[in-house]
């Protein structure tokens, strides 16, 4: 599949802009439940998405 890598890519670009505004908000209010929480999630989406990244599919 052709555009795989790209929306792979974007995927990846998004978890790390969502990873960086949780951390932003737990450095300003402090960490909590859920932004603890919110970065085990985002952590695991990122290897995931990774490792589609470093595994292209099958031909």
């Known amino acids: 599949m052709p555009g795989a890598r ?3 890519v974007a995927a990846l670009a998004f978890v790390a802009v969502l990873g960086a505004l949780t ?3 737990a450095v300003r209010n402090g960490p909590d ?7 085990l999630v985002l952590a695991m989406v990122g290897f995931g998405v ?4 470093r595994e292209p ?3």
């Open 33 to 39: 439940v859920l932004t603890v929480a919110s970065l």
């Open 23 to 25: 951390i932003a908000v």
């Open 6 to 8: 790209p929306i792979l």
């Open 57 to 59: 599919p099958p031909r």
């Open 50 to 53: 990774f490792g589609a990244l």
